[in-house]
């Protein structure tokens, strides 16, 4: 059964840095893509950053400060996060799909998912 396991979420004061990862098991092939949303109670989730088929794409309000990238394997994500903001706090989910549609989407493409994790930014 696919699993994607996100861990190195915590709390940071702003300016900050921390790491997120995140490790796919049970996959019988590569993820077309694998990427990081955020969401906060209350408002919907968004797409932070995504990597696959050699395309990278991020968010416009991380762009500068958010970097993605994987192992050679490419069954482990990371999202390197550096001069953090209070309203970069959220919960953090990884997510791969199986489809090269996720290339240029952010949306229903990506349908497998983490449990999330928690990253608090204080000011």
């Known amino acids: 059964q696919e699993q994607l396991v996100e861990s190195g979420g915590g709390s940071v004061q702003a300016g900050g840095s921390l790491r997120l990862s995140c490790a796919a098991s049970?996959?019988?092939?590569?993820?077309?893509?694998m990427a990081w949303f955020r969401q906060v109670p209350g408002k919907e989730r968004e797409g932070v950053a995504r990597?696959?088929?050699?395309?990278?794409t991020y968010a416009d309000s991380v762009k500068g400060r958010f970097t993605i990238s994987e192992d050679s394997s490419r069954m482990t994500v990371y999202l390197q996060m550096s001069s953090l903001k209070p309203e970069d706090s959220a919960t953090y989910y990884c997510?791969?799909?199986?489809?090269?549609?996720?290339?240029?989407?952010?949306?229903?493409?990506?349908?497998?998912w983490g449990q999330g994790t928690q990253v608090t930014v204080s000011s």
């Open positions: 997510a791969a799909s199986d489809t090269l549609r996720c290339q240029s989407s952010w949306g229903s493409v990506f349908n497998y």
């Open positions: 990597t696959g088929g050699g395309i990278t």
């Open positions: 049970g996959f019988s092939y590569t993820p077309a893509c």
